[in-house]
């Protein structure tokens, strides 16, 4: 769950009479008892590799940095599964780690004896490591020094087996079993017929059994991270392909540790050209031609992104958290189809304001590293402003004009929502320094 920066884009029949607007909103105070402080935000029980292609990300719900550390005398906090016969911890966070406010951890199945495993271990991350730095996979190569960080799990586990579809997960404070209770118990995602200590409300009403790319996640659409302790309001599932219209476009996205973190209040956004209405030209073009995952052809929408972080900023990315797609149901649209739109890369280029002055619009990429998005970006897909790394970093008071583009499969009234994940440059004490 994140602090959503809301792009809103309302549209009519034609995708050519809607408003456009931006605003901030803050998620609710960081709890103050341990319950719902660190939350389950993504998961999966299987993947295209296989059964044992699973991971559980992990978010921290405050705005001050966690320290683990075991409610026991145990090793940390335990991620555990269970069916009501069967329970067992999977993963343990370890005593010590620190969670960033609003950050992630991520625990993956890398069992090297059954398939493959873990297959996200491309899927881009944060700021790139000095050194090459190896991963908890032993079947993956290191991260090279110089690129971003990836998706590698913070904490991996084997198991001689899967966690089974349908089993319950929760997370306690304890990482041994007999102390994992509703008292030690930090949060949980289950099915209906998961035992009441691993689930959440009367639970998730359906068991995913695709293979295929797909992922539970947190609902987003309320523009704040939903936990209401019913994991079937405040979840949702879908998949990179769908072989049915009900199936939601949705892409996995996991974040760890080294991952950017939301950055909506520090971060502005203003249209590319404040003089002219949100919906017309150039802060918004509507373009005829089609092309792969826009048959209709595409929007355009450009806004200028202002760094107020106080410091350098070397990692920018987008998350989509809301948008019209495949499988979204007309009753998020007033009864009417909604549009079908896809997140799309975008090319750099240039635009022409309302007082005749050119200017530059940056691209953006939509991250599919391995490919994950055959049919275009949409719920939890993460677009990268890749020119803007520790070497050419947007520094503080500086702006970036960036351009989104959406490829339209179907017309209706659209809206598209992003989060503004971005990460400062690491700092790093010389030797002078770290001796005072």
């Given at each position: 769950?994140?602090?959503?920066?809301?792009?809103?884009?309302?549209?009519?029949?034609?995708?050519?009479?809607a408003?456009?607007?931006?605003?901030?909103?803050?998620?609710?105070?960081?709890?103050?008892?341990?319950?719902?402080?660190?939350?389950?935000?993504?998961l999966?029980?299987?993947g295209?590799?296989?059964?044992?292609d699973?991971?559980?990300?992990l978010?921290?719900?405050?705005?001050?940095?966690?320290?683990?550390?075991?409610?026991?005398?145990?090793?940390?906090?335990?991620?555990?599964?269970?069916?009501?016969?069967?329970?067992g911890?999977f993963?343990?966070?370890?005593?010590?780690?620190?969670?960033?406010?609003?950050?992630?951890f991520?625990?993956?199945?890398?069992?090297?004896?059954?398939?493959?495993g873990?297959?996200?271990?491309?899927?881009?991350?944060?700021?790139?490591?000095?050194?090459?730095?190896?991963?908890?996979?032993?079947?993956?190569?290191?991260?090279p020094?110089?690129t971003?960080?990836?998706?590698?799990?913070?904490r991996?586990?084997?198991l001689?087996?899967?966690?089974?579809?349908?089993f319950?997960?929760?997370?306690?404070?304890?990482?041994?079993?007999?102390?994992?209770?509703?008292?030690?118990?930090?949060?949980?995602?289950?099915?209906t017929?998961?035992?009441?200590l691993?689930?959440?409300?009367?639970?998730?009403?359906?068991?995913?059994?695709t293979?295929?790319?797909?992922?539970?996640?947190?609902?987003?659409?309320?523009?704040?991270?939903?936990?209401?302790?019913?994991?079937?309001?405040?979840?949702?599932?879908?998949?990179?392909?769908g072989s049915?219209?009900?199936?939601?476009?949705?892409?996995?996205?996991?974040?760890?540790?080294?991952?950017?973190?939301?950055?909506?209040?520090?971060?502005?956004?203003?249209?590319?050209?404040?003089?002219?209405?949100?919906?017309?030209?150039?802060?918004?073009?509507?373009?005829?031609?089609?092309?792969t995952?826009?048959?209709?052809g595409?929007?355009?929408?450009?806004?200028?992104?202002?760094?107020?972080?106080?410091?350098?900023?070397?990692?920018?990315?987008?998350?989509v958290?809301?948008?019209?797609?495949?499988?979204?149901?007309?009753?998020?649209?007033?009864?009417?189809?909604?549009?079908?739109?896809?997140?799309?890369?975008?090319?750099?280029g240039?635009?022409?304001?309302?007082?005749?002055?050119?200017?530059?619009?940056?691209?953006?990429?939509?991250?599919e590293?391995?490919?994950?998005t055959?049919?275009?970006?949409?719920?939890?897909?993460?677009?990268?402003?890749?020119?803007?790394?520790?070497a050419?970093?947007?520094?503080n008071?500086?702006?970036?004009?960036?351009?989104?583009?959406?490829?339209v499969?179907r017309?209706?009234?659209?809206?598209?929502?992003?989060?503004?994940?971005?990460?400062?440059?690491?700092?790093?004490?010389?030797?002078?320094?770290?001796?005072?």
């Amino acid at each position: 769950m994140r602090f959503t920066l809301r792009l809103s884009v309302l549209a009519c029949v034609a995708l050519a009479c809607a408003g456009a607007y931006l605003s901030v909103e803050r998620g609710s105070r960081a709890q103050t008892q341990p319950g719902g402080s660190v939350i389950i935000s993504e998961l999966r029980y299987r993947g295209p590799d296989g059964i044992r292609d699973e991971y559980v990300e992990l978010y921290n719900n405050t705005n001050a940095p966690i320290t683990v550390q075991a409610s026991d005398a145990s090793g940390g906090w335990g991620l555990a599964a269970s069916n009501g016969s069967v329970a067992g911890t999977f993963c343990v966070i370890p005593n010590g780690t620190v969670i960033p406010a609003r950050g992630h951890f991520l625990c993956a199945n890398t069992d090297p004896d059954f398939g493959s495993g873990y297959s996200l271990n491309d899927y881009p991350s944060g700021n790139p490591t000095p050194t090459p730095t190896p991963t908890p996979n032993p079947s993956a190569a290191p991260v090279p020094a110089g690129t971003f960080a990836t998706a590698r799990p913070d904490r991996a586990y084997t198991l001689f087996d899967d966690i089974p579809d349908g089993f319950g997960i929760a997370l306690f404070t304890s990482a041994n079993t007999p102390n994992q209770n509703a008292a030690t118990r930090l949060d949980a995602f289950g099915f209906t017929n998961s035992p009441a200590l691993f689930r959440e409300g009367a639970g998730f009403p359906t068991v995913p059994s695709t293979s295929n790319e797909h992922v539970i996640f947190r609902d987003l659409r309320s523009t704040v991270p939903q936990d209401t302790n019913n994991n079937a309001a405040d979840f949702r599932f879908g998949a990179t392909t769908g072989s049915i219209q009900s199936q939601l476009n949705v892409s996995p996205g996991p974040e760890n540790l080294a991952s950017p973190i939301v950055n909506n209040t520090t971060i502005s956004v203003n249209l590319l050209d404040p003089t002219v209405a949100g919906a017309n030209p150039p802060n918004r073009l509507r373009i005829q031609t089609p092309e792969t995952n826009a048959p209709l052809g595409t929007i355009i929408i450009r806004r200028t992104f202002t760094n107020n972080t106080g410091s350098a900023v070397t990692r920018l990315r987008f998350r989509v958290t809301n948008i019209t797609t495949r499988g979204t149901p007309n009753s998020e649209c007033g009864g009417a189809p909604c549009a079908d739109v896809r997140a799309l890369t975008s090319d750099d280029g240039t635009a022409t304001l309302n007082n005749q002055t050119v200017v530059v619009v940056r691209g953006v990429d939509l991250e599919e590293n391995p490919p994950i998005t055959p049919e275009g970006g949409g719920l939890n897909s993460s677009l990268s402003a890749n020119f803007i790394t520790l070497a050419t970093p947007l520094q503080n008071g500086f702006s970036v004009n960036i351009q989104f583009k959406l490829g339209v499969v179907r017309s209706g009234p659209f809206r598209f929502f992003i989060n503004v994940e971005a990460q400062n440059a690491p700092i790093i004490l010389n030797s002078a320094a770290r001796g005072r």
